[in-house]
Each structure stands twice: as structure tokens, then as C-alpha cells.
């Protein structure tokens, strides 16, 4: 599913180590990795040149797994030349590193950058970097909706990573607790818990299943957010992915989707998957 994979790298480390992410994918995947750069008008010289130094040690890196890995130094918006890019090299999927101030702060809509990556024709991954020392994720979270969109590549994106890195994937389905009328909530033992699990997510599991994944599953009723952030919290997770549809991923942007909340509060790093095949 993954040919070419493009790594969004500047000036700044969070840049880098969503690169990395990149870097290994593209090792599961067998893909070419491709690294960019691009120059925008009011960076400087010497930031431009950090992120030429960065880009080469991601390369390095990548050739050092055997990994096919080019750089490419642009200038202009780099909107406009990563929609170039994604199109002439037929792209297969995009990572880039998010900016903190972006997570936390509300934005008008059409106002975010980010925003920008939805016109691209090729997955997006955004990488929320929260601790520079965990970067290779032996347990990874993976909080699951009761509807789940793009199974296929979802499941792959994750078998790919957990193999990359030889990591053990803990599903995390929140359910809303049940209420009865006059009754107040219902409280299921955890086989009750089990025998609700979704269509989707067990689609998703034969998925992963099929993938040889080794995973384990935790169906869980209380808030998303908050019981994303305590299991990732509580059982010192390395890392934890979560999926967004178009709709979604714009309402994550704007600051309007559960998925800020885990951001807000998440002890380790997050990867946001849009999916597009």
C-alpha cells in the first residue's frame, strides 16, 4: 500500500523525529523515503541550514536500515510545494511534525495550516511530539471508535509500525457507559463488556490478526479522552495512534474533536492517521 513515503522535515527537532517515524515505516514497508525541505520567505539562512543538517541525518539514518532515501531542498509556500511534491512523485503518504501551539489553541476555520494538508491526495500522518527519548515505542495505545473508517489501511499502518519497531499494540475501545430509564447506569462485568464489542473493531482485529500483530483488547466505559489518557498514563505507553476521518481530522485542526483533548493532557507521543486509499 506504501510505495513512497514523504517526511516534512525544518528547523525544529519534533520535524525530525516525526521523520524517523517515517523512516521506519518505510523500512516495513519496503517504500522509497523521501525527505523535504522547503526554504519559506521568512525563514532564515541559518534555520534553513538546520534543516538541511536534519533532513541529511535522516537520510543517513534511513540508508543505515537500507532504506532507498532522497532529500529534496525547495523554496516558496510550503503548501504549495508539498502538494507539488505529492503529485509528481505520486506520494504515498505524508508525515509531519505538529506544532505545540497548534494543539492547544483554538483557530478560525480555513485559518489552521494544517488545514492545508486535507487537499493533498495522499495519507496524512501528524506526529505530536511530547518526549524526545521515547521515539522507538515498544507498547503502543490505540484507541478505537465504535465506527471505524478506512479499516485496510488503518490496520496496516499500525501492523507496519508495530513491526518496525517490534512493539507489542493494546487496542482501547471507550464505551459509553449504559443507562436505563429511572435506573441510572448500568454497570456490565467486563464478559458483558466483550460481548458488545463492535462490528468495526472486530473487523479491524482480524485485520491486525491477519497481519500476525500481537495485540491485546481493553473495552473500557467512561469518556474517550480521559480513559485514553489514563491507560496511556497509567501503564506507560510508548506511544499512541489514533485515526480521524477528513471530517475529523478537520475538526482536530480547528480544535473541535476529542482528539485535542488527548493532546492536551498525553504523556507520550501521538501520531494522527488520515487515511486516503
Known amino acids: 500500500m506504501y510505495r513512497t513515503v514523504l517526511a516534512a522535515v525544518n528547523e525544529h527537532l519534533n520535524s525530525e523525529i516525526?521523520?524517523?517515524?517515517?523512516?521506519?515505516?518505510?523500512?516495513?514497508?519496503g517504500a522509497k523515503l523521501v525527505i523535504c525541505s522547503v526554504r519559506e520567505p521568512e525563514q532564515t539562512e541559518h534555520a534553513f541550514e538546520l534543516a538541511r543538517e536534519a533532513a541529511h541525518r535522516v537520510q543517513h539514518g534511513a540508508r543505515e536500515l537500507n532504506v532507498d532515501a532522497e532529500c529534496l531542498f525547495e523554496a516558496g509556500d510550503a503548501s504549495e510545494r508539498l502538494q507539488a511534491i505529492v503529485a509528481d512523485r505520486g506520494?504515498?503518504?505524508?508525515?509531519?511534525a505538529t506544532?505545540?501551539?497548534?494543539?492547544h489553541k483554538r483557530t478560525l476555520p480555513g485559518r489552521h495550516p494544517g488545514s492545508r494538508l486535507l487537499r493533498l491526495p495522499c495519507s496524512v500522518a501528524l506526529v505530536h511530539v511530547v518526549?524526545?527519548?521515547?521515539?522507538s515505542p515498544r507498547?503502543?495505545?490505540?484507541?478505537?471508535?465504535?465506527?471505524?473508517?478506512?479499516?485496510p489501511e488503518r490496520a496496516e499502518f499500525l501492523a507496519l509500525l508495530a513491526k518496525a519497531f517490534e512493539a507489542r499494540v493494546h487496542l482501547l475501545h471507550a464505551a459509553?457507559?449504559?443507562?436505563?430509564?429511572?435506573h441510572g447506569e448500568m454497570h456490565l462485568t467486563p464478559v458483558q463488556w466483550e460481548e458488545r464489542t463492535p462490528p468495526d473493531l472486530a473487523r479491524f482485529i482480524d485485520h491486525l490478526e491477519g497481519a500476525g500483530v500481537r495485540h491485546e483488547k481493553r473495552l473500557l466505559p467512561g469518556r474517550a479522552?480521559?480513559?485514553?489518557?489514563?491507560?496511556?498514563?497509567?501503564?506507560?505507553?510508548?506511544?499512541?495512534?489514533?485515526?480521524a476521518s477528513e471530517r475529523g481530522?478537520?475538526?482536530?485542526?480547528?480544535?473541535?474533536?476529542?482528539?485535542?483533548?488527548v493532546l492536551a493532557e498525553t504523556p507520550c507521543n501521538v501520531i494522527v492517521l488520515k487515511p486516503e486509499r
Open 99 to 103: 506544532r505545540r501551539k497548534e494543539t
Open 249 to 261: 481530522f478537520l475538526g482536530f485542526l480547528r480544535g473541535l474533536d476529542p482528539v485535542r483533548e
Open 176 to 182: 459509553r457507559p449504559l443507562t436505563r430509564f429511572f
Open 225 to 243: 479522552g480521559k480513559s485514553i489518557t489514563i491507560e496511556a498514563s497509567s501503564r506507560r505507553r510508548d506511544l499512541i495512534i489514533m485515526g
Open 18 to 29: 516525526a521523520a524517523r517515524y517515517a523512516k521506519h515505516l518505510a523500512r516495513a514497508a
Open 131 to 135: 518526549h524526545l527519548g521515547r521515539i
Open 139 to 151: 507498547d503502543i495505545l490505540v484507541p478505537l471508535k465504535e465506527r471505524i473508517e478506512h479499516i
Open 91 to 96: 506520494i504515498d503518504i505524508l508525515f509531519a
